[in-house]
């Protein structure tokens, strides 16, 4: 699945700049058809129009940013068969994303992403009325004929990042700036938790909610409520990379989260939970060309190169380093796996019994704290 990120672009690719009421910003890589071989119709050698709508700005790092990194790896592997368009910024509203996908689905583009939880009701709804149009919603649960679902495992860069936390902290106390209170973002808490308490058995982790994916200003608040509780670890489960700055700013260690993020705090940042969307796309995008897609969900994580954890300070040590890769390996071969009992949640209750290891399921409903992560969930 790995795509190499110095592929050349195979056409001259521009941009043109769209509005979209009250949405964001509109992007398409336009591309010149090359003319229609002999006995080949013009309609044949028309590009497939590919629609990505992302809920923050791409920016340059995390979640946003990585989404666009790989559509622009769409475009350098398919060159003029394909003509890419994106809409950023565009809240999680119904009335909101419906208004996008559904512009998108009627500009002709074959297959649309939707590259967060919130959209799905709404793509759900659209694709009802565009029975030919592929749709695809990262994170969410619901598929239909022409609806598809694929997500991250997030929660495995974070148990290495918490490995790693575990290590490194003096204190053992650990901080999270964490989005919205779905079992997504509490599975990342708790795989990070557990990764650190597996070094550090007295590690603990401190919880901060902004209730929104992407808000500099909120995730800077809270990494500063966190390092004033103690904290000397962070990490995030929001967008932007304002945890990290706040952590350079406060002479505490952080992790990028979906990108890296070194440069916002050189000296703060151990590593980053990066994401590579580029292998599914190409996959997906590809299926569609051939006739091959079908509808149905995916879930790829370190096996599949989709995430790791990367760009390692350059102080941190060989041995943590070793580690790391050690644990890396034991959950992708499965003689390691992340979530093993016994595991207890915060109140003591057992959710895992001695040696079951969790299924997608468990992982998909969690809906709970584990021992070690300090609080109640906001309902």
């Keep these: 699945m790995k795509i190499s990120r110095r592929k050349t672009m195979a056409a001259v690719l521009s941009l043109a700049v769209f509005g979209l009421a009250a949405c964001g910003k509109k992007e398409e890589a336009k591309t010149e058809a090359p003319a229609a071989a002999a006995g080949v119709s013009a309609a044949s050698a028309e590009p497939l129009k590919v629609g990505f709508i992302y809920v923050g700005p791409v920016g340059d790092a995390g979640w946003t940013y990585a989404h666009d990194a790989a559509r622009k790896l769409v475009e350098a592997k398919f060159g003029d068969k394909v003509k890419t368009t994106f809409v950023e910024n565009v809240p999680e509203s119904a009335a909101d994303a419906e208004r996008v996908i559904r512009d998108l689905a009627t500009q002709g583009n074959k297959i649309i992403f939707g590259t967060t939880f919130g959209y799905m009701e709404a793509m759900l709804k659209v694709a009802k009325d565009f029975p030919d149009v592929k749709f695809e919603h990262a994170t969410g649960y619901k598929t239909a004929d022409n609806l598809a679902q694929y997500d991250v495992r997030t929660y495995e860069g974070a148990y290495l990042a918490g490995v790693a936390a575990g290590k490194l902290s003096k204190s053992g ?27 550090n058995p007295k590690a603990s982790t401190k919880v901060v909610w902004v209730n929104k994916w992407f808000d500099p ?9 966190l390092v004033g509780q103690g904290v000397d670890v962070l990490m995030q489960n929001t967008d932007s990379a304002a945890v990290v700055q706040t952590a350079e700013e406060k002479g505490v260690l952080a992790f990028g989260w979906d990108s890296d993020m070194t440069k916002f705090g050189p000296k703060a940042h151990v590593a980053a939970s990066t994401i590579d969307w580029s292998g599914y796309y190409i996959k997906r995008i590809g299926e569609v060309m051939d006739g091959s897609w079908k509808s149905g969900s995916t879930w790829w994580g370190l096996k599949e190169n989709m995430i790791d954890l990367k760009a390692f300070n350059a102080t941190l040590s060989d041995d943590v380093k070793k580690l790391i890769a050690e644990r890396r390996q034991g959950v992708i071969d499965g003689t390691a796996p992340i979530w093993k009992g016994p595991i207890r949640d915060n109140t003591g209750k057992e959710v895992l019994g001695k040696d079951a290891v969790a299924d997608d399921k468990f992982l998909h409903e969690i809906k709970f704290y584990v021992e070690g992560v300090e609080g109640k969930i906001p309902s």
Excluded: W
Excluded at 174 to 184: C, D, H, W
Excluded at 217 to 225: D, L, M, P, S
């Design 217 to 225: 200003g909120k995730e800077r608040e809270a990494a500063i409520t």
């Design 173 to 199: 106390k650990l901080g999270v700036v964490a989005s919205v209170p779905i079992p997504e973002v509490l599975r990342n808490i708790n795989s990070f938790t557990l990764g650190a308490r597996s070094v």
